[in-house]
């Protein structure tokens, strides 16, 4: 809509070099296409997309000047592959060559920013880039992140990683975006590392208060304007091709009418810019369905345009982002340098933050993390297991068939409908279908690997000797199984895996047949099923085989069962919260190298925490509170899918505690069950604090994990678990973005719904401090998070929410989610100098715990049998402040001086292997491990095999870095330009230098 209160400023000059010079508009025909939301991909395919490409392709070809950009690469790779005939495929390619056509983003999808880790998000854009870039030798120099709910620093960041010339992003603070409107600060340069700063900097553009539809409103009809095929139909498309809302034609009647209202949102925009050009996108959501009479009634309006435009004062002309960009480039104004700011939280309103979406379908949130994490295991397994065994019994095409489908799947659930919980059931149910199918195709994989037979080669697996492994027991004739863990990360690890069993008694050998140091509990899910923890040790990139054997009576506790320490659950009374009146008298400690946790047996709640190294002690107090959301719009604002309203205080979530202790030797438990009312037979809540015992000096004994058990809720329920200390923390908060870099968060005051726009999204990191005092938590998978108090951290782990909102209600999407969840978050506690050179780490050991595969059920041996005999593996291993991000055969038949796409498929290469490397800290975060760190490449990999050649690449593995090229814009700090890659390069001899925060990309050759 177009506000009256602006028609007098239409006159005004709209270019600061020329008051002459007419505006220039760049129509920018585009199609928003989600894979997901409301729609599975399936439904969208046959009702819309499959059309879109289709005609689009047919009406480009069919007049010269006009134009089209294709973002999201998964419905045009599935047209490509099931729907383009040969004839829409030829006509694509010269449609490319002429640049008419232009692939934007060119990942995957277009990824959420606030909820996705930065693996992930790399991942989907190294898929899509991989496919353009195979098919036509393309590769895309453009952002359109028109639709995330708010910007995040790191996209930027990644974005000028992979090539990008320039940056476009919408969905930002409905007030901040009105004051960037009116003193034309909505383009800028974006530097959003505080460490890369300009090395990695890229022009960003802000869509205006119009956002990425073109304007619907029309004074002369009750139709849409500008949408002449109208609102696509489901489930299917209408056999006489006409639709709702289709608008009025441009005809004689009504060119001058359509003409002054496209003239007149122009004039308008070219308000908030600095220069003459104006970015008009024309298209919106399943738009481009019918491109025949897109393009025919438009081709009239713009001809209508152009021929007056001495009377309008502004041209008009079909483009692709580059056109845009390539000509504001070329006016060489000088541009606002923007830090490392992001641009989150997000509200369109005063009482609209999208801040619930943060912890939205948490049980997808975490299977989308766990099916991630697979994958990246699978990815470096495979591919050391296809370096040392070329022609192995593991057929390669078939595993790359398996990761291939892991991958699309872990990128499609990215979209910023798909991760974010904002989907219909049934898209959720897809992104959840998808992922399980492709984690299962991972774990034959996987499976095949550790038990096939192998033909030993040179030096690079050695054989273990056939340990007889029933000699280790008192009794001959036990049940036994087998367990392979394989550890993922590039660093060695000690640390204690968890696998449940049927029997009271385990004992754990290793591959060499000693016994491992090992606990056996009750469970707290079922009386028939116990919890065996044994403890790992692990080099980088390494698995054992462990044989877990289950004696059926008593033996000696001076053979192999001495190693497995059986644990006792000691149970507390029930304490009920009405009947709390001194507390802290009754005090129960727990204990391990590194910390003293204190319990209160008067309340069953945690009292306090001493990090017993630095003396350092912190009152700590931790329980389940919800919010009680509003679900009538009559009554007042709502929380939905998106959006968290607080309808008053939080209130606390239950009535009374039971607390069990289970003191062990390998961990020692503390479980804690939160009932809602006192006479509830069954807890709503559970936390189960694990305590690691035996680990000193390691990394592990730094962290207390905390698993939870949430759920069902309530209707119209939104819960956190929340943390309160003795920090004096003044309400400040510090959230990672995307797991790659932190971002202080400051309490801010509003007039309205403080308490949603204080809330921010964790990925993998959220921490509070004072000057003495961090706590630190760790996370699996996002959630919401918050400071509302001093002292205070709330985690928002579950949400279940219903309303009456038509436009929810149409769309399914209410969040009536009846789930129970069970996400993990680690704790830490320490000085900040202490934590600061650990949590890094820790966060990615979260992330990529190490694989646990039971391959076998126990069963008794009639005779002795030999074990498993998997090889043993060399490590591969990096420094603490580098993490291999990344070790896979990509599987594309390209190579970076690749220059076009062939008709036909040539063999794929398996032979190129990506390798990408992150460097954790930032500039002088720490003191030792901020600093440059210089690696040999071929020492680093001679676990896996002889290394004989490197070529360094962009992010995506498109780009040779040598031949990367990215605009410079000029900006008021420019002095002397560096190099914008900034990269030292890979010298001769193998060795590179990797800074602070880079994160580089390699092909390696064995």
Avoid at 54 to 78: C, D, G, P, W
Avoid at 262 to 286: E, Y
Avoid at 486 to 511: G, R
Avoid at 748 to 756: D, I, L, R, S
Wanted: net charge neutral; charged share 20%.
């Amino acid at each position: 809509m177009i506000f009256p209160f602006f028609f007098g400023l239409l006159l005004m000059t709209v270019s600061e070099n020329d008051a002459a010079e007419k505006i220039q508009a760049f129509v920018i025909p585009h199609s928003h296409m989600d894979v997901g939301w409301v729609y599975t991909v399936q439904e969208s395919m046959h009702a819309y997309a499959s059309n879109v490409y289709s005609t689009v392709v047919e009406e480009l070809t069919r007049v010269k000047n006009r134009k089209f950009i294709a973002v999201e690469q998964e419905f045009f790779r599935l047209w490509w592959t099931n729907v383009a005939s040969d004839w829409h495929k030829k006509q694509v390619r010269q449609l490319l060559l002429e640049g008419r056509l232009e692939f934007i983003i060119g990942g995957q999808v277009m990824h959420d920013e606030a909820v996705t880790d930065v693996d992930d998000a790399i991942l989907q854009l190294t898929e899509g880039h991989g496919f353009l870039y195979e098919t036509f030798g393309v590769r895309p120099r453009f952002a359109w992140h028109v639709d995330p709910f708010g910007a995040s620093a790191t996209t930027p960041v990644l974005f000028a990683l992979a090539g990008f010339d320039a940056h476009l992003i919408s969905r930002i603070d409905y007030d901040l975006k009105d004051d960037m409107q009116k003193n034309k600060k909505l383009q800028f340069v974006w530097r959003g590392s505080p460490t890369l700063k300009e090395k990695q900097e890229i022009f960003t553009h802000t869509m205006d208060q119009f956002s990425y539809c073109t304007p619907s409103y029309i004074p002369f009809s009750n139709r849409s304007g500008f949408y002449w095929n109208g609102v696509a139909l489901f489930p299917d498309p209408p056999k006489d091709g006409k639709y709702p809302n289709m608008s009025l034609p441009v005809t004689k009647e009504t060119v001058e009418l359509y003409a002054q209202t496209m003239v007149d949102n122009i004039r308008l925009r070219a308000q908030w810019f600095r220069s003459s050009h104006v970015l008009w996108p024309w298209g919106c959501d399943k738009q481009f369905y019918n491109a025949s009479v897109q393009f025919s009634n438009m081709d009239v309006l713009m001809n209508y345009i152009n021929t007056h435009s001495d009377q309008y004062g502004v041209t008009v002309q079909y483009a692709t982002l580059k056109d845009y960009f390539q000509t504001l480039h070329q006016t060489n104004l000088s541009w606002d340098v923007r830090g490392n700011q992001d641009f989150l939280p997000y509200s369109t309103e005063p009482f609209q933050a999208w801040t619930g979406f943060y912890g939205s379908r948490n049980v997808l949130k975490g299977v989308a993390r766990r099916a991630s994490s697979l994958l990246y295991a699978s990815e470096s397994l495979f591919t050391r297991y296809h370096i040392s065994y070329p022609d192995g019994p593991v057929q390669r095409e078939w595993a790359l068939s398996k990761l291939k489908a892991l991958r699309w799947a872990v990128s499609e659930v990215q979209h910023h409908d798909g991760i974010t919980g904002t989907e219909s059931p049934k898209v959720a149910d897809m992104y959840m279908e998808h992922l399980l199918q492709g984690m299962m195709g991972a774990e034959e994989l996987l499976a095949a690997i550790f038990l096939l037979p192998q033909t030993l080669s040179n030096d690079i697996y050695d054989q273990i000797k056939n340990t007889p492994t029933t000699a280790r027991t008192d009794s001959e004739n036990v049940p036994e199984q087998h367990i392979f863990v394989y550890n993922p990360l590039a660093w060695n690890i000690s640390t204690y895996v968890n696998v449940s069993v049927q029997y009271a008694m385990a004992v754990v050998l290793d591959d060499d047949g000693k016994a491992v140091p090992a606990q056996i509990q009750p469970s707290m899910e079922s009386s028939t099923v116990y919890d065996l923890f044994f403890v790992v040790e692990l080099g980088g990139l390494q698995y054992r085989k462990y044989t877990v054997q289950f004696p059926q009576s008593p033996c000696d506790t001076g053979s192999a069962c001495g190693a497995t320490h059986v644990a006792k659950v000691v149970k507390f009374n029930k304490t009920n919260v009405r009947q709390w009146k001194k507390t802290g008298r009754k005090l129960l400690p727990v204990l391990n190298e590194c910390y003293k946790l204190m319990f209160d047996q008067e309340t069953n709640l945690l009292h306090s925490i001493t990090d017993r190294s630095k003396k350092i002690r912190v009152r700590v107090q931790q329980d389940f509170w919800e919010y009680k959301a509003n679900g009538d719009v009559q009554s007042g604002p709502i929380s939905d899918n998106y959006i968290f309203t607080a309808n008053g205080s939080a209130v606390p979530a239950y009535k009374s505690v039971v607390m069990e202790i289970v003191p062990g030797k390998v961990i020692s438990e503390i479980r804690q069950y939160f009932y809602r009312e006192e006479e509830d037979a069954n807890h709503t809540y559970s936390v189960v604090t694990r305590v690691p015992v035996g680990f000193k000096g390691r990394l592990s004994c730094f962290r207390l994990e905390q698993s939870y058990k949430v759920g069902p809720l309530e209707v119209n329920r939104e819960t956190v678990f929340r943390t309160r200390t003795s920090l004096q923390n003044n309400r400040t908060l510090f959230t990672d973005n995307n797991g790659y870099q932190m971002m202080k968060r400051t309490y801010k005051g509003y007039a309205n719904n403080t308490v949603a726009r204080n809330y921010y999204p964790m990925v993998r990191v959220a921490y509070m401090e004072d000057e003495s005092s961090r706590v630190v938590f760790l996370s699996e998978r996002a959630h919401g998070v918050a400071s509302l108090s001093q002292g205070q951290l709330e985690v928002m782990l579950h949400r279940r929410l219903w309303n009456n909102q038509e436009w929810n209600q149409g769309y399914n999407l209410t969040l009536n989610d009846s789930s129970v969840v069970r996400p993990v978050l680690w704790m830490m506690l320490g000085s900040p100098d202490s934590l600061s050179s650990i949590y890094q780490q820790e966060a990615v050991e979260l992330q990529h715990r190490p694989v646990v595969m039971a391959i076998d059920q126990p069963q008794k041996l009639l005779n002795q049998r030999e074990t498993f005999s998997g090889p043993s593996v060399h490590p591969v291993v990096l420094p603490q402040n580098l993490h291999m991000q990344s070790l896979s055969i990509p599987g594309w038949n390209y190579s970076p001086e690749h220059s076009s796409g062939g008709d036909e498929k040539s063999e794929v290469n398996f032979d190129r292997i990506l390798l990408r490397i992150t460097h954790l800290y930032e500039e002088g975060e720490s003191p030792v491990l901020s600093q440059p760190t210089t690696i040999n490449l071929k020492e680093v990999m001679q676990g896996i095999g002889k290394v004989s050649k490197v070529q360094e690449c962009s992010l995506t593995g498109t780009w040779n870095i040598s031949d990367l090229q990215r605009w410079n814009w000029k900006t008021d700090e420019t002095m002397q330009k560096t190099d914008k890659s900034g990269f030292s390069g890979v010298t001769q001899d193998f060795n590179v230098t990797i800074s602070p925060k880079e994160i580089r990309t390699f092909f390696i050759y064995f």
